[in-house]
């Protein structure tokens, strides 16, 4: 007998005849003696139509009474989740965040968890009772309602299974878990059974957007077991969880992640003396221009260049940024792409397996494929290549690595 | 500078533009110095709509997710209005019933309020605020989310005013005040200034649908004086209020009341012996069939015949009751009809004014109007008539007892 959380995003419980799948779900496992207890999102196009409601009134929506407008979204789910679930005689309870209470700071509309009171909860549980929790929202110490922006019911499961010491947070979604890449690029692709917290915030914050980064951390942090799995198809999913030391034969890649999302810059001659960086950079980000990679090296004659990428969306706003920083520094010219795509392998097993990046070159060189930028981490190498190329670099090394299911 | 509670229903704030309109009436409140409270209901068709996503699922929806479920409606209003306020410079906060706290019993889907926390509402107001109070809804000393059940928002803004000492609670509705009568009957009906609660609960229960009767119970225990207001129109309306000795020019009929939804049945030649009355109701009540008036007279011969008048909708059920009833008693026949109507006078009044009855009688006997039933009470004297007379014998009465407007 064990103790999981689940929780079913928007689309999972975007309509009536949805919700009751759900609950024959959770049905499923309260039959197998476990307890359960259950985050929720609003359904599908709800929160659309609560934001569009607010956006006809102002385009300045007060933050504390936009989280009062949107969190009744998940109080209907909940409702009727709860209601779905006592008509096939499985006995349970639903409760907004204020009720429960999850505690947050007072930054609306952004909340952050501080706290989950499981009193009422565990009284439910004892009882027999399926707990379901609208997810996505809180209360704050003087009792307004927050919520902890779009996408937070992921975060209130995991904090739900954190705060209860579950067996594991199940996320529901619509694929059946976390793949080696992506299937549609290589058709190859397998569904990995276990991937750690690491990798899966490598490969999450590289496009795979299977799980929002916060919760993943946030799982990773209080060290609850996390599994994606398919709302309404049979299957495993996959673990992502606690590096595993005792697993011998760990696979040195787990995952290829891309980015098709990605521009590059360059700011070409510049004299390589202190502070050039955060000059070039600092007017970028001032603008509210996130950089992703960045790459800078010394050339022979003292000067140096500096190369990073944006998202595509903002690449002409950057170019005209670094034209001015350009002339101020003395630098020799700004280039710039637009048709590039960024490649990275990502696997816990690279920190001790060493010849992975000249590998990784090796292939990408037997299919004349020209690297632009290279960026290491710990658990990762980022290629940027032409991004023509994309397809046929993910290919090659999805099966130069050994991740291609041979059964497919 | 006074204090004043508002209570927009379902109509009034069902759209945007309407709640736009209502944020401004508020406005011109706090722009001649006064304090406002406004309870709102959720916006028309919403309530349904949330009621028939639960009908989708189960015929029987377990109770409590019920009010889970329809408190959304109300919390949608308060922040959508609370937002166009802000944006008209006013300042304003929202409340569910739950975050006041307007603490109820637990009796799910028709809770009853038990004591209204001031505290935050009082601190808002000291700062500057418009409350925004979410209707309809309260809270259950576990924490459970309860509803006061259809119609409840009016008896929200009532239990505010007594509970905050309002100066008055303006019920803001469709119509621009209580009328001596309908006036889609009578031409000459006259908007009355004002009413006693006893006149307006009379007044209430026999068709006038303006004011719940609950709320106007209510107000009257708690000496809440009301006000019946147009949302959209200018105007005084109609003061509900506690009976002025002071004023010497009373009226002794304040309006004319009719109800065309009601049917007559007859148990002829009962036993006149104790228990017979209980005999022939048990079983009609023991249906869930609410029986109106009740009329028995004792003929000569030792039996009686017995008379009573339910909904239109319940007559061929009761009269199916009746006739089992009538076997079992040795009663002679069971006679019924369903056009009739009842006609009501209602005046505080009365009390003091001898021969208002045979001045109503008369009235009706000059337009050879034959009264089938008659029943009185301190404030009331309600006649069944032909339902085909309804119209001629309001308007007799109308002018008979100096109520028409005669500038119209």
Same mark, same amino acid.
């Not at 499961?157 to 080696?180: F, R």
């Given at each position: %007998?064990?103790?999981?959380?689940?929780?079913?995003?928007?689309?999972?419980?975007?309509?009536?005849?949805?919700?009751?799948?759900?609950?024959?779900?959770?049905?499923?496992?309260?039959?197998?003696?476990?307890?359960?207890?259950?985050? !929720?999102?609003?359904?599908?196009?709800?929160?659309?139509? =609560?934001?569009?409601?607010?956006?006809?009134?102002?385009?300045?929506?007060?933050?504390?009474?936009?989280?009062? *407008?949107?969190?009744?979204?998940?109080?209907?789910?909940?409702?009727?989740?709860?209601?779905?679930?006592?008509?096939?005689?499985?006995?349970?309870?639903?409760?907004?965040?204020?009720?429960?209470?999850?505690?947050? #700071?007072?930054?609306?509309?952004?909340?952050?968890?501080?706290?989950?009171?499981?009193?009422?909860?565990?009284?439910? =549980?004892?009882?027999?009772?399926? !707990?379901?929790?609208?997810?996505?929202?809180?209360?704050?110490?003087?009792?307004?309602?927050?919520?902890?922006?779009?996408?937070?019911? #992921?975060?209130?499961?995991?904090?739900?299974?954190?705060?209860?010491?579950?067996?594991?947070?199940?996320?529901?979604?619509?694929?059946?878990?976390?793949?080696?890449?992506?299937?549609?690029?290589?058709?190859?692709?397998?569904?990995?059974?276990?991937?750690?917290?690491?990798? %899966?915030?490598?490969?999450?914050?590289?496009?795979?957007?299977?799980?929002?980064?916060?919760?993943?951390?946030?799982?990773?942090?209080?060290?609850?077991? =996390?599994?994606?799995?398919?709302?309404?198809?049979?299957?495993?999913?996959?673990?992502?969880?606690?590096?595993?030391?005792?697993?011998?034969?760990?696979?040195?890649?787990?995952?290829?992640?891309?980015?098709?999302?990605?521009?590059?810059?360059?700011?070409?001659?510049?004299?390589?003396?202190?502070?050039?960086?955060?000059?070039?950079?600092?007017?970028?980000?001032?603008?509210?221009?996130?950089?992703?990679?960045?790459?800078?090296?010394?050339?022979?004659?003292?000067?140096? #260049?500096?190369?990073?990428?944006?998202?595509?969306?903002?690449?002409?706003?950057?170019?005209?940024?670094?034209?001015?920083?350009?002339?101020?520094?003395?630098?020799?010219?700004?280039?710039?792409?637009?048709?590039?795509?960024?490649?990275?392998?990502?696997?816990?097993?690279?920190?001790?397996?060493?010849?992975?990046?000249?590998?990784?070159?090796?292939?990408?060189?037997?299919?004349?494929?020209?690297?632009?930028?290279?960026?290491?981490?710990?658990?990762?190498?980022?290629?940027?290549?032409?991004?023509?190329?994309?397809?046929?670099?993910?290919?090659? =090394?999805?099966?130069?690595?050994? *991740?291609?299911?041979? #059964?497919?």
């Amino acid at each position: %007998m064990a103790l999981y959380v689940h929780k079913y995003g928007g689309t999972s419980v975007g309509s009536v005849e949805r919700i009751e799948g759900v609950a024959k779900k959770i049905k499923k496992f309260k039959d197998e003696g476990h307890d359960v207890v259950v985050a !929720v999102s609003a359904m599908s196009g709800e929160t659309n139509r =609560l934001i569009e409601l607010a956006n006809a009134i102002t385009d300045q929506p007060t933050p504390r009474e936009m989280d009062v *407008l949107v969190s009744t979204g998940e109080q209907v789910t909940i409702a009727l989740l709860s209601m779905a679930l006592n008509k096939l005689g499985v006995p349970a309870r639903s409760y907004t965040g204020a009720q429960v209470k999850i505690l947050t #700071d007072s930054a609306h509309m952004k909340a952050r968890i501080q706290d989950i009171d499981t009193n009422k909860i565990k009284g439910d =549980l004892s009882e027999g009772r399926v !707990v379901i929790v609208a997810g996505f929202q809180g209360v704050d110490g003087d009792g307004n309602i927050t919520t902890l922006g779009r996408g937070g019911s #992921d975060t209130t499961g995991v904090a739900l299974a954190a705060a209860l010491n579950a067996d594991e947070c199940h996320i529901y979604t619509d694929v059946d878990g976390v793949y080696t890449t992506d299937p549609r690029v290589v058709e190859k692709a397998r569904r990995m059974d276990k991937i750690t917290f690491e990798e %899966m915030l490598e490969m999450a914050s590289l496009g795979s957007k299977v799980l929002q980064i916060r919760s993943v951390e946030f799982a990773g942090k209080y060290k609850v077991p =996390l599994r994606v799995l398919h709302s309404s198809k049979e299957g495993n999913g996959t673990l992502i969880t606690i590096e595993d030391d005792e697993s011998v034969e760990q696979p040195v890649i787990s995952g290829i992640a891309f980015n098709r999302d990605e521009a590059k810059l360059t700011v070409l001659g510049v004299p390589d003396i202190p502070g050039v960086a955060s000059k070039i950079l600092g007017p970028v980000s001032a603008a509210n221009i996130e950089v992703d990679m960045i790459v800078q090296n010394v050339a022979a004659d003292k000067t140096t #260049d500096f190369t990073f990428t944006v998202h595509r969306n903002d690449f002409v706003k950057t170019e005209a940024i670094l034209r001015e920083v350009a002339q101020s520094l003395g630098a020799r010219e700004v280039s710039g792409a637009k048709d590039i795509t960024k490649v990275s392998l990502v696997g816990v097993g690279m920190r001790s397996h060493a010849g992975v990046a000249s590998k990784m070159f090796d292939v990408l060189a037997q299919e004349n494929i020209n690297i632009q930028i290279i960026s290491t981490s710990e658990i990762k190498i980022s290629v940027v290549i032409a991004e023509k190329y994309l397809e046929l670099a993910v290919r090659a =090394l999805h099966t130069a690595f050994d *991740l291609d299911d041979n #059964d497919k």
